[in-house]
């Protein structure tokens, strides 16, 4: 805690001298899975907090742990399976941060029992634009505490996390449950998060007419003459592959056991299903042993790298949304006529408290409470036009708007500023602003909107070029997320090299 409070003490000097000289400032984490383009014009005045990577204490006695924020998620498991403990919440790609799934909105197929990741932190240090460091809690600056999860770090710059701690088992007993429409796999969702035996649920639509819900209890003792599943070994199946195989020819529930550490990141290799799409780029044969010889390639951390360093990104839909139950299905034969992306990812989600900056609607059930919602994630190849890409991102602005839904910001917005605050709650979020004096902090909508004027200037450099020409982008992105540290850190990821 000493070295801790050294570093965040010059963190603070830095932060409160470019509040006395009036400077805005960004936050520099050195990783992210936002799918947002970078540009030189956005980067303006740089706070490094890379190195706040520690764990400092797990205490088995109060089930917490007390982490800076970018502790990712595969360290943060390894480090609390060791004490029998687990988060409620694992984001399911280990490269996400503690700190960036405090600061953007983090759901995963527990979060229809325990909400967004925010929801499972006790409390935050935070150093404030004007360089003073508080913490924040339900008790402490409570107003804080809830308005900057999912505000993108335009509040303040997390420093220190406690998180929430449950009792670990040994397995995840998975079952999939083959549906054979949109609306029976919406309503499956619903029906199963009403039982309070789960601890996980999600799905997968391969098609209008083929897809799982995938429901999930930990366990120590397994139902005996199930299989055991492993997804982190080169020559395993990915995760996507293997529940389509296991729905095949089948009406009913099928069942296995899953390591739990390997059913938190079962996503990682392939990156759900993005990463098929580098065998269509090179392109290469999709099989099972292309997929074992090009498994360092194919984990997460390096597709992220790989596709922001491309370039592909500004030309791949990777969105998250929400919707109301009642409008996920029209939503969803809406993507299958515009996009025609396959898979879609479906995850029920239990709302927090408004007002919020994280996907909400303020419906509620009989008791008062706030109706979940259905997060849909939509991810696969876009129009290489940019302006025809650009045109089908804003008719999903639209179509979501329509229906009551709304989206993640870590991918690709591009919302009017009179749009987006028609969306998120203004007026809130700016009290909060003047409050903790953020004026030197970009806000939300100045953090997650794309440029797209610097986006054509940038579009006609040299590196723009290189990029975009066919194969070298392509080795270029390799040899960039190499050069990052992302194929090392993937080779070393802790859940991979657990034996």
Sequence with gaps: MDTHQKQVELIS????????????????????????????????????IEHLSNVLNVD????????????????????????????????????????????????????????????????????????????????????????????????????????????AKKYVEATYHPVSSVA????????????????????????????????????????????????????????????????????????????????????????????????????????????????????????YSSLDASGQSKTYVVQDLALPYQNAEQFIHYTAETFKIWPLWLCPLKQTSLPTIHPHHDERQADGTLKPMLNIGLWGPGPKDHDAFVALNRDLERKLRELGGMKWLYAHTYYSEEEFWDVYPREWYDELREKYNAKTLPTVYEKVKIDLDVEKEEAQTWVSTVTSTWPVGGFWAIKKAIDSGSYLQARASSWRTRK
């Excluded at 932060?15 to 956005?42: A, D, L, M, V, W």
């Design 13 to 48: 000097n830095q932060i409160r001298h470019h509040y006395e000289r009036g400077e805005k400032f960004r936050i520099s984490h050195g990783s992210t899975n936002s799918t947002r383009p970078s540009t030189t014009k956005r980067r303006g005045n740089l706070v490094h």
């Design 60 to 167: 088995k006695a109060t089930k917490t742990i007390v982490v800076e924020p970018n502790v990712p998620m595969d360290r943060l498991v390894e480090a609390t399976l060791k004490h029998g403990l687990i988060p409620p919440v694992v984001m399911e790609f280990p490269g996400i941060t503690v700190g960036g799934g405090y600061a953007g909105t983090a759901g995963e197929s527990s979060s229809f029992k325990h909400g967004y990741f925010d929801q499972t932190i006790n409390w935050v240090e935070m150093v404030l634009a004007t360089g003073e460091t508080v913490r924040c809690s339900k008790s402490e600056r409570p107003d804080l505490f809830h308005g900057a999860a999912g505000a993108v770090g335009s509040l303040g710059v997390t420093t220190l996390v406690e998180i929430q701690l449950i009792d």
């Design 184 to 303: 029976e796999a919406v309503r499956s969702c619903e029906l199963h998060t009403a039982d309070t035996t789960l601890d996980y649920i999600d799905g997968i639509l391969f098609s209008e007419s083929q897809g799982a819900i995938i429901t999930g209890r930990m366990t120590d003792s397994p139902t005996a003459g199930l299989n055991i599943q492993t997804f982190s070994n080169a020559n395993d199946p990915w995760y996507f592959l293997h529940v389509r195989d296991r729905i095949l020819n089948t009406t009913g529930p099928v069942s296995e056991v899953i390591p739990l550490a390997e059913y938190c990141f079962r996503y990682d290799r392939g990156g759900f299903w993005v990463g098929a799409s580098a065998f269509d780029y090179f392109p290469f044969p999709f099989n099972d042993f292309t997929r074992w010889w090009l498994d360092d390639f194919v984990h997460t951390r390096m597709l």
